[in-house]
């Protein structure tokens, strides 16, 4: 921990502590890589395994989907806002956007619980079939990561609000961005090979 | 679901009664004692909230040698109950438990806590840091580690130990086969101890890529670091999936989905290939660090710089790469393709070609060097052929056709032993006799040390030997008995002999450091070994802020050189600064706490109990990120005060230890 700071760099990196923590987390954000990855592989090895139960085409919902998709992309883009205030120095405006984006990551959450609930009404639990074990698992995991990160930026708010913007804030704010921004990549490819595939499948 | 609180404790067998009570008896004596002594405090502040590495490092190796003792009781366990025909000192289900928990242990909680130990305290010193790169993420790992380790451990007293062979395969690791609660036990704690283990791997990719004193290039690190980088590397590559795994597999038994089930469209081959994708980088991640220490050890009793340093590096990291892409060698006979297997084969005999490097390396560094025969150097000569013969039969195994024959027999059990013994176990005991004298300030009995050497390997040689043969004969794995007219008998019984010889050089350890902790001579300078690295230039043992000025590194081998050109200059008052450290914290040990409670409810299926507990996790999360603790200030008179007692001290009156 080193108490020296380079003010020529973006307050997020002017610590040598600092950078060692946005380089870990980008080490981290690899090891999420490979579990999301393992996650689509065995959905990909499972996904035609019915045992007699529903399909993807009987299940799905384009339009609650897009509804989904079209909150979390927004939500990744308030989130880019917020940041970019951040290195503005405009704490207000990127408080701002920080709270839309967590508005928008809520309504997602509350659009993907809505949708399992209706799946399980509808008789397609995670226990009905291969096929809907991993697709339950690897949406559950990715609605995980949301929610986690939902309580994560509300702690970080309170924190914003209490000391300002410091090296430390900020850096917990743009680690908090990148961790975001990922779980909008992880939705992209759920979005293609779950959704989009299942429905030509 | 939920179990009965009849099933509750392991009841029924008079040795588990025994061990239950042993158990009982060891914690009221060991709470009574700390107590009676004061010291708890000592503990709390010392060690417990600790956040230094060689603290961390040292709390490894203890949970290392404690879990050795509990891993090689079962293996000793085994081989009385294999020693002679039809014998019944264990029945069918006991013994399944056995060789269970003793896979797992000396895999994940032997040798993964003596490796991270040894790497926890020698890599800052060895690249010329103050600590990790995140100290508190450091006692989180080590807490995480010993919250899995206690809980797998309870298994065999509380709620039965898992039974379905350290690789857990499906089916007859699911709810369907077995039915108790054991293999809870294995998904819950591995998957606590594996969390802990991602973020060891985490905080030394960087702490080897940021953390790097002034002129220390890459390719100017030890070699010990070097291998702790890529070990690391692939810790993050390859943990993520036994998380998965370990997640399907609860979700399969507690949760009733079929990710791996007979029924509801699962495939049992998927745990097989998760298992494997995980499990045989790990293989590579507990080899790897050991390879590095023997490098650096075998260049320092060799008095030579590593032969081919550059073939050293490359090596490691085509092993790091091959080792994702031969998992399937695992399972030639459970149904591939003739193509699958012949690529599997192909890519794992690719193995042998760096590995196959590193071994001549190591014989061209002895080469024409002056050696001297210590404890450690004795440990890395024995290292080279019984691992050559570990990795010639794995070569063997690596045909597929062939497998078929050798597939599932005792002629694997004796091959990877010899591989994991020779290649992880050897190189450990080295490490521990060269660093000892940094870690504690005195050194292990060179005497003593040659007892446990030759114990150990003659032990080792005549359990594992006989395997060979007895596999090729067709004697099965796992297989808790035989009968007289199979002929096993003799070999049997040689090989149980072995593994009583193979435990008496462990208690020779054992004593060493029992006999050494008091007799040994406690004035030893700083460099007792003549070595090579940044860890031996700076205090024995280590100061707690490492290095008093960080070191400048010009060469490879930084420390010798300088010893060599004079180089190394006595501090001065005004060269000192303040040191900044971090301070301790509860939070890691507190993670650990109600990691396992949550664990331990949810491995009895208590799922809305364990829910809650999980709360306390969020809670330590929170605390966490509340937590501004900026850390603490070494004073400059503290620093010129410790520096100038042991460098005013320093090769006074010292013996040379190593001519």
Redesign the interface.
Known sequence: ???KVNAALPLEYQT?QN???I??FW??L???I??FA??FG?YG??DE???GGPTQKDIFIVKDVMIQTFLLLTSSFTMGISIFEMRRSNMKGMLMWLVFTLLLGGGFLFMEIREFMHYVHEGAA??????L??F??LLGTHGLHVTIGI??AI??II?ILQ?GLTP?TAR?AFIFGLYWHFLDVVWIFIFTFVYLQGLVM | MGIKWDEFFVTGDPLIFASQIGIALTLVGALAGITYFKKWNYLWSEWFTTVDHKKIGIMYILLGVVMFLRGGIDGLMMKGQTAVPENDFLNAQHYNEVFTTHGVIMILFVAMPLLIGLMNFVIPLQIGARDVAFPQLNALSFWLTVSGAALFNISFIIGGSPDAGWTSYFPLAGKEFSPGIGNNFYAVALQIAGAGTLMTGINFVVTVLKMRTKGMTLMKMPMFTWTSFITSIIIVASFPIFTVALALMTFDRTFGTHFFTISGGGMDMLWANLFWLWGHPEVYIVVLPAFGMLSDIISTFARKTLYGYKSMVISIVMISVLSMLVWVHHFFTMGNSAGVNSFFSITTMAIAIPTGVKVFNWLFTMRKGRIKFTTAMFWALAFVPNFVIGGVTGVMLAMAAADYQYHNTLFLVAHFHYVLIPGVVFPIFAGLYFWWPKMFGYMLNEKIGKWHFWLFVVGFNVTFMPMFFLGLDGAVRRAYTYSAETGFGPLMMISAVGSVILAAGFAALVYNIYWSARNADRNIGNDPWDARTLEWATATPVQHYNFASLPEVTKLDAFWHMKKNDQLQPLTEDEIEEIHLPSNTWIPIYMGVVFGISGFLLVFEWTIAAGIAALGILAGLAFRSFDYDEGFHVHKDEIFETESNWRKGANKGVKNHVS
């Open positions: 921990m080193s108490a040598e950078r060692m923590n380089l870990g080490v981290f690899g090891a999420e490979v579990l393992t996650l065995v090895v499972l395994r019915y045992a995670m226990q009905t079939s291969a096929f074990s991993s339950f698992v309580g994560w702690l970080l924190q000391r430390v917990k």
